[in-house]
């Protein structure tokens, strides 16, 4: 059984008198620990999908399985948990609160679970140094280089220790012509999701 299953999935707006169709009949299947890249032109539907996905939409017509659930048929309560717990994104922004320093961003998902999680912050220090952030911990986001603060969302994923492997885009490059970092190393008995709010970038830095 796919972890992910999409099945003639659609997303059409009206604008006016006209339709968009974002999305108009994608059916695919995802595997369990299989990496999967969705690639189009700008305006394509990538995000859309991506939006579909982490069941922050609703399709306008079509199935999303994840683990055999038809997510169709949850509350908004349910999509709600299942997002917390199963899934979760990698934004191309930083998305991280300036008011947190490092490691209390990459525990922020742990906060939306429900019970406690006592190795929630021995987890979180294990994943900033697996991505080379362990002399950064205390950092907030205006204390972190552009690449740093980059390196900060590559952990926040295994956080919740969840099970499918999520809809993520990759991030972008700290600046022109330079490759973004490696996402963080995952134990394959954990792949990554969690639940992130969508919330702007930080403002920008000043130049030094």
Same mark, same amino acid.
């Given at each position: 059984?796919?972890?992910?299953?999409?099945?003639? +999935?659609?997303?059409? @707006?009206?604008?006016?008198?006209?339709?968009?169709?974002?999305?108009?009949?994608?059916?695919?299947?995802?595997?369990?620990?299989?990496?999967?890249?969705?690639?189009?032109?700008?305006?394509?539907?990538?995000?859309?999908?991506?939006?579909?996905?982490?069941?922050? +939409?609703?399709?306008?017509?079509?199935?999303?399985?994840?683990?055999?659930?038809?997510?169709?048929?949850?509350?908004?309560?349910?999509?709600?948990?299942?997002?917390?717990?199963?899934?979760?994104?990698?934004?191309?922004?930083?998305?991280?609160?300036?008011?947190?320093?490092?490691? *209390?961003?990459?525990?922020?998902?742990?906060? @939306?679970?429900?019970?406690?999680?006592?190795?929630?912050?021995?987890?979180?220090?294990?994943?900033? *140094?697996?991505?080379?952030?362990?002399?950064?911990?205390?950092?907030?986001?205006? *204390?972190?280089?552009?690449?740093?603060?980059?390196?900060?969302?590559?952990?926040?994923?295994?956080?919740?220790?969840?099970?499918?492997?999520?809809?993520?885009?990759?991030?972008?490059?700290?600046?022109?012509?330079?490759?973004?970092?490696?996402?963080?190393?995952?134990?394959?008995?954990?792949?990554?999701?969690?639940?992130?709010?969508?919330?702007?970038?930080?403002?920008?830095?000043?130049?030094?």
């Amino acid at each position: 059984m796919a972890a992910i299953e999409l099945t003639d +999935l659609a997303k059409h @707006y009206k604008q006016g008198k006209n339709i968009v169709k974002a999305l108009d009949g994608v059916t695919l299947s995802i595997q369990s620990g299989e990496f999967v890249a969705i690639v189009g032109r700008s305006g394509s539907g990538k995000t859309t999908l991506l939006d579909l996905l982490g069941l922050l +939409l609703r399709p306008t017509s079509g199935r999303i399985l994840v683990d055999g659930v038809d997510t169709g048929t949850l509350r908004d309560g349910d999509r709600a948990t299942m997002r917390g717990e199963r899934i979760g994104f990698i934004f191309q922004e930083f998305n991280l609160l300036p008011t947190l320093n490092a490691v *209390e961003n990459v525990m922020l998902p742990l906060r @939306y679970r429900r019970g406690k999680d006592p190795d929630g912050k021995a987890r979180a220090l294990r994943l900033l *140094e697996e991505v080379d952030l362990a002399d950064r911990v205390e950092h907030r986001p205006s *204390e972190l280089s552009g690449g740093q603060a980059h390196r900060v969302p590559n952990a926040l994923p295994p956080t919740n220790n969840p099970a499918p492997p999520p809809p993520h885009a990759p991030p972008r490059p700290a600046r022109r012509g330079t490759p973004p970092p490696p996402l963080a190393p995952i134990p394959p008995e954990t792949p990554p999701v969690r639940t992130h709010l969508r919330l702007p970038p930080p403002p920008p830095r000043p130049p030094p």
